[in-house]
């Protein structure tokens, strides 16, 4: 997986729980308590490690891996993102904008870097502020992109009805549109 997930999550902790706690999510994985992935920020980072980076994190912090997923999205939403991915947000306004422009991001991702493998996103209008959205991935982080949605309405001060249908399929029912 994009390096930037990783230096993201790494901000997220070192944000919400401090330095230390940061060092301790390291030694767990076996690097160094002063490493930082800044420096592999856009490389691609070896999927078992990323998920084993993820699960342990989420139990050295002795939270759920829910919890982690709804930290990292509102950094990523509210801090991460705007700052490094500013050009993204352009002419968008709601959270039915930017998730709509979702798979055209991830694809340009995709297309930059060889052996990719970025999420893929389908949606079906069921009504101007309904949509059915089906998320495509072999990673099966779809509670991440749940996450990722209420930290997109935390960003617009939106508040998007999430209602998930099943492991890879939501209803979405925007507020603003
Ligand atoms: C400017 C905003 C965003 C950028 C630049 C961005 C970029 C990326 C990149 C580079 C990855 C790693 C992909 C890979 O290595 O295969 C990723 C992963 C992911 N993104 Fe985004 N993203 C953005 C916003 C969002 C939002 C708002 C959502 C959901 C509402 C989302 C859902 C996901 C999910 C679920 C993954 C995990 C990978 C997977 O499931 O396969 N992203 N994103």
Redesign the pocket.
């Given at each position: 997986?994009?390096g930037?997930?990783h230096y993201c999550l790494e901000e997220t902790i070192i944000h919400k729980y401090g330095k230390d706690k940061w060092g301790d999510c390291l030694e767990a994985i076996k690097l160094p308590r002063n490493y930082s992935f800044i420096s592999h920020l856009r490389e691609?980072i070896d999927e078992m490690l990323t998920i084993n980076f993820i699960l342990k994190a989420a139990e050295v912090l002795g939270i759920s891996l829910q919890q982690l997923f709804d930290d990292f999205a509102m950094y990523?939403?509210l801090e991460y993102?705007p700052k490094l991915?500013s050009g993204?947000?352009i002419g968008c306004n709601t959270t039915k904008d930017?998730?709509l422009k979702?798979s055209k991001?991830?694809e340009m991702?995709?297309q930059i870097?060889q052996g990719?493998?970025?999420?893929q996103f389908e949606y079906k209008e069921l009504a101007p502020n309904k949509y059915e959205v089906t998320?495509i991935?072999?990673?099966n982080?779809?509670d991440?992109?749940i996450s990722?949605?209420k930290?997109?309405d935390a960003y617009f001060n939106n508040q998007t009805q999430i209602e998930k249908i099943s492991d890879n399929k939501a209803i979405l029912t925007f507020s603003h549109y």
């Open positions: 997986m994009h930037t997930i691609d990523w939403c993102a991915y993204f947000y930017m998730v979702l991001i991830h991702f995709g870097r990719a493998l970025p999420p998320y991935s072999k990673r982080l779809f991440l992109y990722l949605v930290g997109l």
